[in-house]
């Protein structure tokens, strides 16, 4: 069971996911998955792209945005806050912990524009 937190009715963030792993986002209800970890912060991290073919297989919108841990920037901010005007549905977002994915959706609803 995966530990999915709302940071809004329809953004929610949780820490890394596996590609085996998007059958029960999917059951879940969510219509876009987003990125936000760069490929090999780890040993063992589960490539995004093998995330995204998963995703696109249970018919989700996948978004790679990679952000660095603490360093997310204000473009990658507007590029998250373009992918959740656009998104259909809920919208989850992963890194290593969630906690990126909240400062750029707390960044996001900040700017103007």
Known sequence: M?????VSDTYHVCAQLHPQDVVEVARAGYATLICMRPDDEVDGQPAWADI????????????????RSGAVTPQQAARL??????APGRVLSYCASGNRCTLAWHMAMNEHG
Do not use: K
């Not at 995966?2 to 709302?6: D, E, Q, V, Y």
């Open 2 to 6: 995966l530990s999915i937190t709302p």
């Open 52 to 67: 995204a073919a998963q995703a696109r297989r249970h018919g989700l919108d996948f978004h790679f945005i990679p952000a």
């Open 81 to 86: 806050r373009e992918v959740m005007n656009g």
